[in-house]
């Protein structure tokens, strides 16, 4: 059987995170707002709307065990204004239980994510990847919060490499889709799978990187793997993490895009994938 882990639930906390993830019941379902503090170019930031979506699981009576991996599906823009969340438990076995959210505006669906938890058990561990170089984070000046969109000014970036310097000209190659920075909340909050999801939504599109310029863009799916249980995270006690984000190609109208978020301590704490729709 499965073990039961502390549940990440909401606390009275007055943290802009806290308020923009909220869900609570209503009529046999759940409800949650899209925030303005966490708002993008035509729509709630991804990263908001999933962990909002992955809360909504964790308030489950019968949730067990921790997030595992979470791929979540942007159908079209979340817009301000409330929103309906359904969760279903759609298969349990003895290790893992799978789970499905569906984001619902005006009736039609706008996001839906499938969850995969599971409890760890002590195995043999070996973490073959290793943390790349950085100056420790109150060494490394942050990123100007006026010159970015309101869900970015609730994050501090601290970019040791591959730091945006967008213009209205286009480079005259392809740059460096390469990125490496510090990242926290600006009102500090410890990482938790609610934050470490959200996070993995936060590395600038690699286009504007290697363009030089921003252009229409928007994440189509991304998937979340974690690499720590609660009791792990709990462990680090951290505020921080230091992200690494690149991408492979850029093609038709669509590119990939990866990312690592570490622990200062060195340790692995989720790596993620994404397919992003660009214009350009």
């Known amino acids: 059987m499965l073990e039961k882990t502390p549940e990440t639930t909401l606390s009275h906390t007055v ?22 503090d966490y708002f ?13 979506m992955l809360r909504a699981i964790m308030v489950q009576p019968e949730r067990i065990g921790d997030p595992l991996s979470v791929t979540v ?8 204004g409330g929103f309906d969340l359904t969760v279903r438990l759609m298969k349990a076995t003895r290790s893992t239980q799978h789970w499905m959210v569906e984001l619902l505006q005006n009736g039609e ?30 060494q490394v000046k942050p990123l100007p919060a006026s010159v970015v969109a309101p869900w970015a000014q609730q994050y501090q970036f601290r970019f040791v490499e591959g730091a945006p310097g967008y213009s ?29 999801l959200s996070m993995s939504d936060s590395f600038f ?8 310029t921003i252009v229409p863009i928007g994440t189509v799916s991304m998937t979340t793997v974690f690499h720590a249980d609660t009791a792990d995270l709990a462990a680090e006690d951290i505020t921080m993490v230091l992200g690494a984000a690149d991408a492979h190609t850029f ?30």
């Open 205 to 212: 599109a690699r286009i504007f990187h290697v363009r030089g």
């Open 73 to 80: 599906n942007f159908c079209a823009p979340v817009a301000g």
């Open 168 to 196: 209205d000209t286009l480079n005259d190659t392809p740059a460096s889709a390469y990125s490496r920075m510090w990242l926290s909340d600006t009102q500090p909050r410890p990482i938790d799978f609610l934050s470490l």
């Open 40 to 52: 993008a170019f035509v729509g709630a930031f991804g990263g908001t709307t999933a962990a909002t």
């Open 109 to 138: 669906v706008a996001t839906f994510m499938t969850a995969v938890f599971a409890a760890r058990r002590p195995s043999w561990s070996h973490q073959a990847a290793t943390m790349p170089d950085a100056p420790p984070f109150d």
């Open 15 to 36: 943290h802009p995170f806290d308020r923009a993830t909220q869900v609570r019941a209503v009529d046999g379902g759940w409800r949650g707002e899209a925030s303005e």
């Open 251 to 280: 093609h038709k109208s669509f590119s990939d895009q990866t990312g690592e978020l570490w622990s200062p301590s060195g340790r692995l704490l989720a790596t993620t994938s994404q397919v992003v729709y660009f214009k350009a």
